[in-house]
């Protein structure tokens, strides 16, 4: 059964928490980790701060081989990172678990990550692994979902324009981007966008909120570590 954990670790046993000691006001938001053979290249947004000096250091961390700026989104900037093999600790933890990455962002102080296992068992070996490296993990939520079967509903385009505005912060308050923005990335209209939005939410709502497709379980608070307790 799968098992989708919420856990914080302290950003200085994370090699991009590591780097923003001098940077108080940044914030990252890990956008997916690429494990290559030769090298590990996580993709990531910066928001807010002074993104040149961040790029200096990044640039000048000893597990860095390379810093790329791929685009710029309103107050964000994407950037992709070419990490040594030699990077290890939380990372190769993540890997070798074989855990995916469904959400992850940070601070100079803490950074917090939810992530999927396809079994406890592996979310307990992630534990060990974690143990192992020094790496100190909270616990902050930990649950079992009920997936419903997609019905289809959800278009692709709708799909990747929702996870665009989202991650843009176009449903923040104040609004992080502006719609003509997003239209724009996706070579579309300002109503070509609003209209995929609009049908988006609706179809997301029917698919996860109707009572026929089911909800997702789970629970908040202190969690315990104990993988063996039913969490619905």
Same mark, same amino acid.
């Given at each position: 059964?799968?098992?989708?954990?919420?856990?914080?670790?302290?950003?200085?046993?994370?090699?991009?928490?590591?780097?923003?000691?001098?940077?108080?006001?940044?914030?990252?938001?890990?956008?997916?980790?690429?494990?290559?053979?030769?090298?590990?290249?996580?993709?990531?947004?910066?928001?807010?701060?002074?993104?040149?000096?961040?790029?200096?250091?990044?640039?000048?961390?000893?597990?860095?081989?390379?810093?790329?700026?791929?685009?710029?989104?309103?107050?964000?900037?994407?950037?992709?990172?070419?990490?040594?093999?030699?990077?290890?600790?939380?990372?190769?933890?993540?890997?070798?678990?074989?855990?995916?990455?469904?959400?992850?962002?940070?601070?100079?102080?803490?950074?917090?990550?939810?992530?999927?296992?396809?079994?406890?068992?592996?979310?307990? !070996?992630?534990?060990?692994?974690?143990?192992?490296?020094?790496?100190?993990?909270?616990?902050?939520?930990?649950?079992?979902?009920?997936?419903?079967? !997609?019905?289809?509903?959800?278009?692709?385009?709708?799909?990747?324009?929702?996870?665009?505005?989202?991650?843009?912060?176009?449903?923040?308050?104040?609004?992080?981007?502006?719609?003509?923005?997003?239209?724009?990335?996706?070579?579309?209209?300002?109503?070509?966008?609003?209209?995929?939005?609009?049908?988006?939410?609706?179809?997301?709502?029917?698919?996860?909120?109707?009572?026929?497709?089911?909800?997702?379980?789970?629970?908040?608070?202190?969690?315990?570590?104990?993988?063996?307790?039913?969490?619905?």
């Amino acid at each position: 059964m799968i098992v989708i954990a919420d856990v914080s670790v302290p950003a200085s046993q994370f090699p991009l928490g590591r780097v923003l000691d001098g940077f108080p006001d940044v914030e990252l938001e890990l956008e997916r980790i690429v494990p290559l053979r030769e090298a590990v290249i996580p993709l990531f947004w910066v928001r807010d701060g002074d993104t040149e000096a961040v790029e200096e250091t990044l640039r000048a961390d000893p597990v860095t081989n390379s810093v790329t700026r791929l685009t710029t989104t309103g107050a964000r900037v994407l950037y992709q990172i070419e990490w040594s093999p030699e990077v290890n600790g939380l990372v190769q933890s993540l890997l070798s678990s074989d855990a995916k990455l469904l959400a992850a962002a940070g601070t100079a102080g803490v950074w917090d990550f939810r992530i999927q296992f396809q079994t406890r068992a592996d979310l307990g !070996r992630f534990r060990e692994s974690c143990e192992e490296a020094g790496i100190s993990l909270t616990l902050r939520r930990l649950y079992n979902p009920t997936l419903p079967e !997609r019905s289809g509903n959800l278009s692709t385009e709708q799909y990747e324009a929702l996870v665009a505005a989202y991650r843009a912060g176009y449903f923040e308050v104040p609004r992080g981007s502006k719609m003509g923005d997003l239209a724009a990335e996706f070579d579309v209209s300002d109503s070509a966008f609003s209209q995929r939005i609009r049908r988006g939410i609706s179809s997301f709502i029917a698919e996860t909120l109707m009572p026929e497709f089911g909800r997702t379980g789970g629970r908040t608070g202190p969690v315990s570590w104990d993988t063996d307790r039913d969490t619905q």
